[in-house]
């Protein structure tokens, strides 16, 4: 009887449980409509016991994956700016690659290693790019800035953060943050937004005379001390492009993909290796994108929301695209009636890794209108052990089973909750601030490809 009573109150609740007809019979379905109605009751009063009262407007961060006004790094601009996905993962993929030993061995063996291939330009639009650091030069302390030529000012005009060769900030201008939100819920790690720069070289001598500039599209500045403390700022115009065709170390089991690269010579041997593509405007793009941790609720107690983890990006042809990054679940998941598959169980949250990727397209209506209205709409739903199945839910100011945070954002390791991980998360659960909480995270407490 208390099963049947608890199976009515979850039906009252407007929970979305289904059954498999054929498999369950009528006992065995009020049984299992029981238990799930409980485990969710159990995980919502846990839940709130353990993190304290929801804040009024709480929309678990689907709300910060619709599109918005955002500053570029370098000019004031209401338009919108699609992150390309190799530029996602920078601070994961810093110093994947060696510049300086790529150059040396082209120059010694020219044409010895085809995946990698040098030329003094690149067939890419130079009218707006994008800048990321991945390696520093031995020598970074003669730098001073990195520069690019602007041929609608017909001036030199400085990369932002790109200084003392390096840089470890993030776009947009947001020193000391991991993960920012950058109007589509997405995060460049030491990256910078050149935007407006008419797209050509260089078409005449530098202020000093020297016709070295002529045909470059970048220079560095080094600031050499002259004697006494007097300083001469002197700028340099060597830099070769590389296409190299490489794995990246993130995401674990990712394509073998074709990147661009800045490589600034400051000495002999002796690189600084930037990442370099061209910028879309994310309104001709994008309209929405997150990565969302999801939390199945079949352990009393794990707010770890890992049981899957997965990219969502929602096209302006109204198409999706869903990338598994995670299943820390035992209990079998669905994204779109799809099963989550990434070839073991527990895969990529600190237990075992995946065997595979799972990539899910969800094509837009006949009539072109999308399938779900926003990528918080895509069902997740989970098989209980009793063989219900239940829909994962982020309703506003309820406790959520999903929730919602910048591209690139990494997730908690196995039975780690997500507040060790991101220690301002109850805070935000609470208060509905900081609506970055993402911003600092505990290393060891978050997976790591």
């Known amino acids: 009887m208390v099963l049947l009573l608890a199976g009515a109150s979850f039906i009252a609740c407007s929970k979305d449980v289904s059954f498999d007809e054929n498999a369950l019979k009528d006992a065995e379905r009020a049984k299992a409509q ?76 020219p044409g010895a290693n085809p995946k990698a291939v ?27 800035e990195l520069q690019a030529w602007n041929s609608v000012t017909h ?30 819920n997405k995060s460049a790690a030491n990256a910078t937004l050149m935007t407006g ?24 500045i080094e600031n050499r001390h002259i004697k006494g403390n007097q300083y001469q700022e002197i700028p340099h115009y060597t830099y070769k492009f590389l296409t190299y065709t490489h794995t990246p170390k993130f995401p674990k089991n990712g394509p073998e993909i074709t990147e661009t690269f800045l490589c600034v010579e400051i000495s002999t041997g002796d690189f600084w290796g930037i990442k370099i593509g061209h910028a879309d405007p994310a309104s001709e793009v994008l309209k929405e994108a997150g990565v969302i941790f999801c939390e199945d609720m079949g352990q009393e107690g794990d707010y770890d929301f890992n ?58 209506k006949s009539d072109g209108w999308p399938k779900y209205d926003s990528i918080k709409d895509i069902p997740v739903e989970v098989t209980s052990r009793g063989g219900a199945v239940y829909a994962l839910t982020a309703e506003d100011d309820a406790v959520p089973q999903k ?10 390791k196995e039975y780690i909750s997500i507040e060790e991980a991101y220690p301002s998360f109850k805070t935000y659960v609470n208060s509905n601030t900081p609506n970055l909480w993402t911003d600092n995270y505990v290393p060891e407490n978050v997976f790591v490809f």
């Open 34 to 109: 029981a238990e799930v109605a409980q485990m969710i009751a159990n995980y919502e009063s846990g839940f709130v016991k353990h993190f304290g009262p929801i804040a009024n407007g709480q929309k678990w961060g689907f709300d910060r994956a619709k599109a918005s006004s955002t500053r570029t790094a370098v000019t004031s601009t209401n338009d919108l700016w699609y992150v390309p996905n190799n530029f996602l993962y920078g601070e994961q993929n810093k110093n994947g690659i060696n510049c300086g030993n790529l150059v040396e061995a082209e120059t010694q063996n």
């Open 118 to 144: 040098f030329s003094n330009d690149l067939n890419i639009d130079f009218s707006s790019f994008w800048l990321q650091h991945i390696e520093n030069p031995n020598n970074k302390n003669i730098i001073m």
């Open 155 to 184: 001036s030199w005009e400085k990369v932002e953060n790109f200084e003392w060769g390096m840089n470890n900030t993030d776009f947009e201008i947001s020193v000391g943050r991991k993960y920012t939100y950058t109007g589509l």
């Open 197 to 220: 720069m008419g797209g050509t070289a260089c078409d005449r001598a530098d202020e000093n005379g020297s016709e070295e500039a002529i045909g470059k599209r970048f220079r560095w």
């Open 307 to 364: 049981d899957v983890v997965f990219e969502a990006r929602m096209f302006a042809d109204n198409h999706f695209e869903i990338n598994v990054l995670a299943a820390g679940a035992t209990l079998e998941i669905k994204i779109d009636g799809i099963v989550v598959d990434l070839g073991v169980n527990m895969a990529n949250t600190g237990v075992n890794e995946a065997t595979k990727t799972q990539t899910i397209t969800i094509p837009a």
């Open 403 to 412: 929730v919602c945070a910048p591209l690139g954002t990494l997730w908690a």
